[in-house]
């Protein structure tokens, strides 16, 4: 296939991203962007594999590879569950972040095969721009498999500290610069591998910092960082179709950590720097042993919702945990076959990723009418007869208006507390994932439901 043929296609394939961004920007159309988005891939991926020139090799190698990592991806979409979607979401990222080191690391050792010059005499541009790629290609990887096992619950979600951990970030930011620099002067490749070793332990360090109650950010935060990593590399390897594609990854995933930091009243510094998210379990403990709640049952609950005339439904990753969403939308069905109002209020950062519960009702046809988020919402409360809280925990915690010690202090909540009744849908009166409790398990007007959110929200069903 022709240069320029192949740089047309590219274009298409570029405009198609660009049109899937735009789908999935609301609910509605996010069925059509997925589509644009599989097909400009798909002539993406096309064009590439076309462009390979010796039928006898690289073709058949190519032909091989594309046809293995096809079915290993087809194979993990298939059986994956959409509440392990986040860790999902980070184990890929940090496989684009790896496959950028790759690249960069074929293009230092043999150049002439990419046009960039021959060993030791790289074109000062190519140099720098693989240098880049690698080294936030390697902070990608190693900073989403953290993200990773913090998501599966391998590591701890907590916030790992230590004295010094900003003075000695910021050390080794400079110390990359630095290596950059004298990598472009001598090409030593000596020096390009250390700079990536370092950049592998900057993603390391700068994701063990960060607790469970800011890892949504995190996810977007390292997508953003994947799409830079790509367009680096694609810079050096003078393809359109990467740098238009990172280009866009990168700019819409920064755009979107702003916009989440922005609803968590969180500056994107400090989440980035910062250990969000500890707390001291041992007080925690204490205090839910000082404090009454009371518990009720299905029968409780139903009562309250059948003599209620409007009910607000605040859905969390209890509910995705549970895979309850579609017995919730079977329980919203009764409900209103009994004339009663009902919404879905949605937290920017409920779940464990941006849009995670969207998803989720979403595969339950809940009508996109009915889900409202935070800002749209919160009023509504104060005038509800009954909010249903099912596995949502930190975004509906009132302490974050009022304790200034808290680590969620400030972050914009659901006013749950302000409806005539709560039912709250939950295993234990265990922490959620910032690790501290919820001062809205003791209010007057809340009425825990202790068990599986699947489980109780059928029997509420049932009862109704």
Known sequence: MSANLSASFYLVSGVLFILALRGLSSPETSRQGNIFGIIGMVIAVGVTFLSVGNFSTGFIYVLIFLAAGGSIGAFIAYRIPMTAMPELVAGFHSLVGLAAVF?????????GAFNL???GNIKLASLIEMSIGAAVGAITFSGSVIAFLKLQGIMSGAPITFKGQHFLNALIFISIITLTYFLCSTQNSNLFWILIGISFLVGFLII????????????????SYSGWAAAGIGFTLENSALIITGALVGSSGAILSYIMCKG???SFFNVILGGFGATEQDTLNKTKEQKPVKSGNADDAAFLMKNASSVIIVPGYGMAVA?????????????????IKVSYAIHPVAGRMPGHMNVLLAEANVPYDEVFELEEINNDFANADVAFVIGANDVTNPVAKTDPQSPIYGMPVLDVEKCKSVLFVKRSLSPGYAGIDNDLFYKENTLMLFADAKKMTEDITKNL
């Open 103 to 111: 690249v960069a690391i074929s293009a230092f050792i043999n150049p």
């Open 117 to 119: 010059g021959e060993p």
């Open 208 to 223: 063990i910092p960060i607790g469970g109650a800011d890892m949504p950010v995190v996810i977007s935060m390292l997508n």
């Open 264 to 266: 968590m009243n969180r």
């Open 323 to 339: 895979q309850a969403q579609h017995a919730l939308r079977e329980m919203v069905d009764t409900l209103k076959k009994n004339d």
